[in-house]
C-alpha cells in the first residue's frame, strides 16, 4: 500500500472534483460569522509515533473487546464461511438503535479483532464483515452476556475453545463454558494464542478505494488541526484518545471506519470502498456508532476518481462549530459539505501508520 505524500503540500480535491493547492487557513471566521469553506486548510506537521507498536488506549468510559477470528478458512476451531480473514468484525449492541462498533485486526496477520465500546452496554452479538465490506451478508451471533466482567475491567477477550463442527451450533446460541466460547478478561488465559505485538496491517486489496478520513469534532486548540470542537459536548469526553470506530453510511451497505494506528493520539480512520461502489453520484457520511449523541458529517459527494489513484484522504477545514455564532451549535457549518474536502496526500498530522507519510 502507498503511504502516502509527505504532509503539508498534498492537492485537495474540492467537494465537486476541482484541485487546488495550499490556501489561506480554513478557520478564519469573517463578519457574517460563518466559516470560510473557499481554501485548503494550514499545513500541519508530521506526528512521528510516540511508541513504534501500538499501546491500545481506550477512551473514557469504554472497554477493549477482542475477538478471534472463527469464519475464515485459515483458522482453527473455525465455522469455514470465509475463503479470506474478515475485514474487520461487528461488535453489535441489540438495544435501542443496534449500534455497531468496528473491530479492527489488532496487528497484521493476527487472528484476533478489537474495538472499544461503550461499557455501559455489557450484551453484544458478532459478526464479520465481508469482501463486500458489509456486514449484513453474513449471520450474527447470539447474545454474549458480559455483565459479569463489564465494567469492572478495561479489556476482555471472546475466542472459541471447542472443535471445528460444533462451533456453529454455540456461535447461534452464544454458549460460553469449557469446550464452548471463552469469555474473559484474563489475558494470560490465551496463553500462545494471543498476538504478539506489532504494526498494523496496512495492505490494500485489489478492488478497493481506501479512504483516510481525520476525526473532524475535535477542538484545534487541542490537536493543531480543524475540528468543529463538538466531540466533548457530545460525547462527554476530550479527545484524543480518539473512538476506534466509526460507521460510513450512504453506500451499498453500512460501513465501517477505522483508527489506523491505535496509540491514543492518531486522528485517523480509514474505509475500504468497493470500487464499483465508488459512482458520480455517490455520496458518503461519517457517524459515531451511536446516533443518538449527534455526531456526523454531512452527505460528501465523491469526487470522480483519477486514474491510478488508489487513495483519498479527507480533512474538514472549517471553523468550530461549538460557539455562539453556530445555531444551531454544532449543526451549522459542520455541517456544510464545503467545509471538507478531499485530498491526494496526507494532509496532516500523520506518520507511516496514521495516514500515512514519506
Not at 29 to 49: E, I, L, M, R, W
Not at 113 to 136: H, M, Q, W
Not at 269 to 293: E, G, H, M
Amino acid at each position: 500500500m502507498s503511504t502516502g505524500g509527505s504532509t503539508g503540500g498534498a492537492g485537495n480535491v474540492g467537494p465537486f472534483g476541482g484541485t487546488t493547492t495550499g490556501g489561506t487557513t480554513a478557520s478564519s471566521v469573517p463578519t457574517a460569522g460563518k466559516p470560510s469553506y473557499d481554501a485548503a486548510p494550514p499545513s500541519v506537521p508530521d506526528a512521528p509515533p510516540v511508541d513504534p507498536n501500538e499501546t491500545f488506549t481506550c477512551s473514557p468510559g469504554t472497554v477493549r473487546i477482542h475477538v478471534r477470528d472463527i469464519w475464515s478458512i485459515a483458522a482453527n476451531p473455525t465455522m469455514g464461511t470465509m475463503t479470506t480473514a474478515p475485514l474487520s468484525v461487528l461488535v453489535i449492541y441489540p438495544t435501542g438503535s443496534w449500534p455497531s462498533y468496528g473491530a479492527r485486526q489488532d496487528t497484521a496477520n493476527c487472528s484476533w479483532y478489537s474495538v472499544c465500546a461503550p461499557n455501559t452496554l455489557t450484551r453484544f452479538e458478532i459478526k464479520p464483515v465481508g469482501a463486500d465490506a458489509c456486514g449484513g451478508t453474513s449471520n450474527a451471533s447470539g447474545t454474549f452476556d458480559a455483565s459479569s466482567l463489564i465494567p469492572t475491567t478495561n479489556e476482555i477477550w471472546l475466542d472459541y475453545t471447542g472443535p471445528s463442527s460444533s462451533v456453529a451450533a454455540d456461535y447461534q446460541t452464544a454458549t460460553v463454558g469449557t469446550q464452548h466460547f471463552r469469555l474473559t478478561s484474563d489475558e494470560t488465559a490465551l496463553g500462545t494464542e494471543a498476538c504478539p505485538q506489532g504494526q498494523p496491517d496496512q495492505t490494500l486489496p485489489s478492488g478497493y478505494i481506501k479512504v483516510h478520513f481525520r476525526y473532524p469534532w475535535a477542538d484545534p486548540q487541542e490537536t493543531g488541526f480543524a475540528g468543529s470542537a463538538c466531540a466533548k459536548s457530545k460525547l462527554g469526553y476530550d479527545v484524543p484518545p480518539y473512538p476506534t470506530s466509526l460507521k460510513v453510511t450512504g453506500l451499498a451497505c453500512e460501513m465501517q471506519a477505522l483508527l489506523e494506528f491505535q496509540d491514543g493520539q492518531c486522528p485517523w480512520y480509514y474505509v475500504l470502498i468497493p470500487t464499483k461502489d465508488w459512482t458520480s453520484t455517490a455520496n458518503i457520511t461519517f457517524r459515531y456508532p451511536d446516533d443518538s449523541l449527534g455526531l456526523w458529517t454531512p452527505n460528501l459527494p465523491l469526487p470522480a476518481l483519477t486514474p491510478g489513484v488508489t487513495e483519498y484522504w479527507i480533512g474538514y477545514a472549517g471553523a468550530p462549530d461549538s460557539t455562539a455564532v453556530s445555531i444551531p451549535t454544532c449543526m451549522d457549518g459542520s455541517q456544510d459539505p464545503l467545509s471538507s474536502f478531499f485530498y491526494t496526500a496526507n494532509p496532516g498530522p500523520g506518520h507511516a501508520n496514521c495516514g500515512g507519510s514519506t
